[in-house]
């Protein structure tokens, strides 16, 4: 079992920065593939990154395409995800998941709140 806390939300005005960060304990996370989603309110949760066991492929949402990064630091056991140049319709719950390959989410965090004030 892998269990994920978020961090690092909170309230930014547009154009501001934030990370997220996502700590795991449980099992190392060099064996996952790392992911962040996002929910905002009345919406389906949508894809905004992934990264490889090593970090050596990415993928980030077209939405979020040059604004946000995604990282990880397996020695510290823990995924990031950096935003810059928020908008306001950046505003969600922000959860990070992993999974043994791509495209497969075994575990869960609870969330953390971002939102951008226009």
């Known amino acids: 079992q892998v269990q994920l806390v978020e961090s690092g939300g909170g309230l930014v005005q547009a154009g501001g920065s934030l990370r997220l960060s996502c700590a795991a304990s449980?099992?190392?996370?060099?064996?996952?593939?790392g992911n962040w989603f996002r929910q905002a309110p009345g919406k389906e949760r949508e894809f905004v990154a992934a990264?490889?066991?090593?970090?050596?492929?990415?993928n980030i949402a077209d939405s979020v395409k040059g604004r946000f990064t995604i990282s990880r630091d397996n020695a510290k056991n823990t995924l990031y995800l950096q935003m810059n140049s928020l908008k306001a319709e950046d505003t969600a719950v922000y959860y990070c998941?992993?999974?043994?390959?791509?495209?497969?989410?075994?575990?869960w965090g609870q969330g953390t709140q971002v939102t951008v004030s226009s």
């Open positions: 998941a992993m999974g043994r390959t791509g495209r497969v989410y075994e575990y």
């Open positions: 449980g099992r190392a996370i060099s064996s996952y593939y």
């Open positions: 990264i490889s066991w090593a970090g050596t492929n990415r």
